[in-house]
């Protein structure tokens, strides 16, 4: 797997990890919904801190 910054999202890099490579990408750290949303639009899975996961909306 690949861990990259949920801010960066989405780049080429991240892109190509995904499709090409086939390879799962975890993004950090994710402190808000937006980032849980860049997430999951660009990523498989996240690092958080400072909320509740439950309390989240994952598209």
Avoid: C, H
């Amino acid at each position: 797997f690949t861990s990259y910054a949920a801010g960066d999202l989405p780049n080429r890099f991240v892109s190509f990890v995904r499709e090409r490579l086939k390879m799962p990408v975890i993004t950090w750290t994710v402190l808000d919904q937006p980032a849980v949303d860049l997430t999951f639009r660009y990523a498989d899975q996240m690092t958080f801190e400072g909320f509740e996961p439950d309390l989240v909306q994952v598209a």
